[in-house]
T-cell receptor, first 113, second 113 residues
Framework: QMQLVESGGGVVQPGRSLRLSCAVS????????MHWVRQAPGLGLEWVAAISHDAKKKYYSDSVKGRFTISRDNSKNTLYLQMNSLRSDDTALYYCVRIPSLWGQGTLATVSS | DIVMTQTPLSLSVTPGEPASISCRSSQRLLDSDDGNTYLDWYLQKPGQSPRLLIYTLSHRASGVPDRFSGGGSGTDFKLTISRVETEDVGVYYC?????????FGQGTKLEIK
C-alpha cells in the first residue's frame, strides 16, 4: 500500500525554523520527483517546492525561495522541507505529494507569537 | 506563472442532476512533445486530503466513478459530473502541471440542495 506520512509540524514563533519530514512506503521512492503543497486554514492549495528523483534539481515558489529548502534521502525513503525565517503567512497544512496521484494527510505548521 | 481561474466558485446541485465546473488557464497546457494536456482535477472532501479525480485532461484516476469526466482544449477545460450524488460534496480544484510553479484554481465548493 502506497503511503506518505508527514511529521514535524508544530507551533513556532515568527523568524524561527521547522523541519518537516515525509516518510514514504509502498513504492520505489528513488524513482519519483516529489513535491510539497500547502493549504492555509480555510484557503486553497499552493504548490511550494519540488525535487527531482535524484535530488539534482530543486524548485521553489517565489513565496518561499531563499527561506525553505527541499531535500530527500533515498536510502531512508524520506522527503524533507527545512523552513527558516518563518512568517505568519506560512501557517498552513503542508502536504507531501507524489504529483498527481498520491497525497499525504498533511502536517500543520503554525507560525504565531 | 500560469494563472488558473475556476467558475463558478460555488455550486448547489440536486442529487441526480448534472453539474459542471470550468477552469481557464492563462497559457496553453498542451505539451507539443508528447501530446498530453497537463490539467488535473481534484476533489477535497471536508477534513481530507485532495483526491485525484482526472489527470492529463480526461483520464479518470483509479477508483473514480465514471460519472466524472474531464475535457476541453487550449485554455478552457471542464469537469462534468453526469449525475451528482451526495458523496460528491466538497471543493473541486483544477491544477496545471505543464510548467513550474504548478498552480491551482481557487476551488469550487459543491453543495447538495
Amino acid at each position: 500500500q502506497m503511503q506518505l506520512v508527514e511529521s514535524g509540524g508544530g507551533v513556532v514563533q515568527p523568524g524561527r525554523s521547522l523541519r518537516l519530514s515525509c516518510a514514504v512506503s509502498g513504492f520505489t521512492f528513488s524513482n519519483y520527483a516529489m513535491h510539497w503543497v500547502r493549504q492555509a486554514p480555510g484557503l486553497g492549495l499552493e504548490w511550494v517546492a519540488a525535487i527531482s528523483h535524484d535530488a539534482k534539481k530543486k524548485y521553489y515558489s517565489d513565496s518561499v525561495k531563499g527561506r525553505f529548502t527541499i531535500s530527500r534521502d533515498n536510502s531512508k525513503n524520506t522527503l524533507y522541507l527545512q523552513m527558516n525565517s518563518l512568517r505568519s503567512d506560512d501557517t498552513a497544512l503542508y502536504y507531501c505529494v507524489r504529483i498527481p496521484s498520491l497525497w499525504g494527510q498533511g502536517t500543520l505548521a503554525t507560525v504565531s507569537s | 506563472d500560469i494563472v488558473m481561474t475556476q467558475t463558478p466558485l460555488s455550486l448547489s446541485v440536486t442529487p441526480g442532476e448534472p453539474a459542471s465546473i470550468s477552469c481557464r488557464s492563462s497559457q496553453r497546457l498542451l505539451d507539443s512533445d508528447d501530446g498530453n494536456t497537463y490539467l488535473d482535477w481534484y476533489l477535497q472532501k471536508p477534513g481530507q486530503s485532495p483526491r485525484l479525480l482526472i489527470y492529463t485532461l480526461s483520464h479518470r484516476a483509479s477508483g473514480v466513478p465514471d460519472r466524472f469526466s474531464g475535457g476541453g482544449s487550449g485554455t478552457d477545460f471542464k469537469l462534468t459530473i453526469s449525475r451528482v450524488e451526495t458523496e460528491d460534496v466538497g471543493v473541486y480544484y483544477c491544477m496545471q502541471r505543464i510548467d513550474l510553479p504548478y498552480t491551482f484554481g481557487q476551488g469550487t465548493k459543491l453543495e447538495i440542495k
